[in-house]
């Protein structure tokens, strides 16, 4: 329920999938869904029934797919509620299900092939599925859209959770191309994986600029003196101080409150975000609730991060300010530093790196 | 509560009528039943389930009346249910309410042979006699509702009449005007699959409803009543992947508290916009108290808010439950404000006080979830808590929404009277804002609360105890968890503990208190440790600089004084998995009803 372009991803995903056709969804649900759900509903809004299927352990993709075979009858999209899908993607695998009548996956041209699982494939059949990545050109990894029919339940069937990530989707992918009954589609748009924070920034700017709402905005609850820029999007309840300025790939999300001289740039500022009178706030994504006091200086730029033990160099990160964490009035951010759920950063202090969840930060 | 429905058009009604009831299945029940007329009348009803009804799927009638009964006069048994007919099989009614005179009445009929211990059932054999007089059914309805004292709203249908008959006194009905048929209901939940155009019968209406449509005569005389668009969606009211109403209803506080204040707080400005608001500037300026009338979670809403306008707006606030109020001696009724809080706006306690206010030429301001309820139509002025419709029996997010918009209430009073203490009022407004946030921060920890409810779930009672804000949030809490659990609950003042109720606590009784901004924390500590020393265990609710020594804990964020409101929504969860683990009907608990229409 992160949300680019202050929408939920997966709203974005389920409403590319109605454009491309869909007439009703089904969620495969975890831990969080009460978010899902009450954001959802019954599916009105989208105008399409929506069902939900919970998972109860997080078995992986394999599992989740044999979690809806009754909840399914017929043809259907398989995407991932966290990764972002093209229109022309959707159409490219539905026509070659037409075509076919055989289970499709989307096989994209990566940048970063050393993250995905491979897929090797002859023509348009796949021949083999890979849960590792691959390091050979032509870098072709999995895509993560698929269309399936009853046969993938066959196959997803006994597939036990693997330590690769890839959660035996793989295995299950594999034992139907080795029944011939796989095809890929190439796809070489940009492919919008949302890993990484970074990745978010871009994918929330790219996505502003194009539905810029600069036009119909309406003002309530931005002082007269505030500058917003066209590709900024405000979410309701939002209060911009005056000579705020809001700049460029900004998106705000509900009840935010931004303070006077506030200066944000290619932000994600979650629902109830409060920012304090002249904060100045780069390549930044504040949580839900996380508040930041008068003052705080986020620079923004170029950082190197460490995520999971692998660095980063040269990626777009002001900070990461996670839910609920409190910055006091002052407080600097280093170009990179994640700040946990919770923390609370007194007065003055400089952050760098990554602060573990519940941390309080004092001054020396 | 009970509840009707009436259908006549160009499709068969059967299905209409089971579907509509089933729609109504929320409001509490524990029988039903349908009659369908033609040139002849059949009657289906029985204590149970709507889909346990067994009518034959080849009824074509195309009019026909539905009810599902709450008991009031007489025990749920299948001769209780409604429609009851009169000695010759020719005429059905559904009614809700009560009919005071029924003994006097029955007397009169001592030759009719009654098969129910219900008062409704004098409706049907006073129609016989009117019926013996006249073919006309709308006129026998008016010749027998003049005899009758006491609450109503009535379908009649009878054998050989084309059409149905409605009549109202102080118990809520609508019609709903179709594309293929017209409806009678007791609310407009049915009817949202099928029209969205209704009108509203006021007191002493009756209705005369046909294929063609649907005539209102008042006195006698041929009236207009208003049509209302219906603007929520039928499906708003479906459990959207929640296994329970109550579930999903505590999960949309965020959004509900939301709606409550957009466009009422603005951030930048100084003030509260409630130009729905539309009591005068004087008025409010003058009056020397506010009285507050209502009952069950409602009330303790008032009680909250009775001590931020004292707080905020310097005028006496006094809080009443609405079925004991009277207007008291020593009050000037040009400067007493009466504030009645209902969810359904139908509740009849609060109706009737609020009506004895009326007569006295006291001003009236409704405050409620519904639009075009009888509370709204009936006061001088009514606030709208925009919360959407809640179904779940038990109430959840109406709580919070009638707060924080009686907290804006308490602003603009203050503002009104020039007693607004600046510093004091931003802060509020920065805390409703900051409300749904801190609510969705709690309900994030769903599955930690679930752990400590299902722990704790065996006590053999439960206490909740806070002071100032939270006292009425302690009774919430208590009362939330007794009407959906069944077990014993009780909430107090925690000062009141040493002065009787710590006899009962053990061991085995936990305690859950409120240690908040708001709620004088520090003094509610030494009542903890009262309990402590008896060995119960102690789950606390705590804001920063509160917690420690405690069996469980859950954080408060710093909100100052609506952080009562969110300990609430721990509370919410808690009584929940606590009711979940033990398998009880939530959304319907047992002799309870959503909107209470009888008083």
New interface residues.
Partial sequence: MIPVGNKPILESVLTTAIDAGVDSAV?V?G????????H???G?EWDIP???VVQKHRLGGAHALSQVESAVDGPFLTLHGDQLVERRLLDRLIERWTETNDPVMAAVQSTRPTEYGAVEIDGDAVRSVSPTPTADPPFLVNGGAYVFDERVFEAARNVTETADGDFGMATALQRLANKQALSAVRHQGPWQDLTYPWDLLSTNATLLHDHEDGDERSR????ETAVIADDVALD???????NATLLSGTSVG??V?IGANATLSNCIVM??G?IGNGAVLNDCILG??ASVGPNVTVEGGSARVVVDDAIHRDVTLGGVVA??ARLGGNVTLTPGTVVGQDVSAHSGTVLEGQIESGETVRRA | MCGIIGYIGEQPARPRLVAGLEQLEYRGYDSAGIGLVDDGLSVFKQVGLVSGLDIPESTTQTCGIGHTRWSTHGKPTDANAHPHTDCSGRVAVVHNGIIGNYDELRTTLSDHEFTSETDTEVVAHLLEVELERTDDLREAVSAVVAQIEGSYALGVVAAGYDGIIAARRNSPLVVGHGSDGNFIASDVTPLLAHTRSVSYLEDGDIAQVTREGVTIWQDGKPIDRERHTIEW?P??A?????DHYM??EI??Q??AL?QA???RI???EEGVDLSDLSLSEEFLASIDEIQFVACGTSYHACLYAKQLIEEFADVRATVEFASEYSIGSGRDPERTLVVGVSQSGETADTLRALRMAHRVGIRTLGVTNTVGSTMARECDDALYIRAGPEIGVAATKTFASQIIVLAMFALTVAETRGELDVTAGRELR?NL??L???V??V??Q??DIKAVAEAYADGEAFFFIGRRLGGPVSLEGALKLKEISYDHAEGFPAGELKHGPLALVTEETPVLAILTDGTRPEETQNNVKEVQARGAPVIAIAADGYRGGHDVEFEV?DLGLLEPLVANVYLQLFAYHVANSKGRAIDKPRNLAKSVTVE
């Fill in positions: 969620f649900v831990h969080a869904r009460e978010r899902i759900q009450s959802f509903g019954d009105d929506i069902e939900y309530e609850g931005v002082h309701e309840g939002v209060s911009v101080g005056p509900r009840n409150r629902d109830g409060r839900e609730s839910d609920g | 969606s499906d708003a479906e459990k959207g992947g929640y579930l999903k999960h949309e965020p959004t939301r204040i957009a466009g603005n951030g930048i920065r804002q900051g749904p946030g801190a969705q921060g309900l994030n769903n599955e964020p």
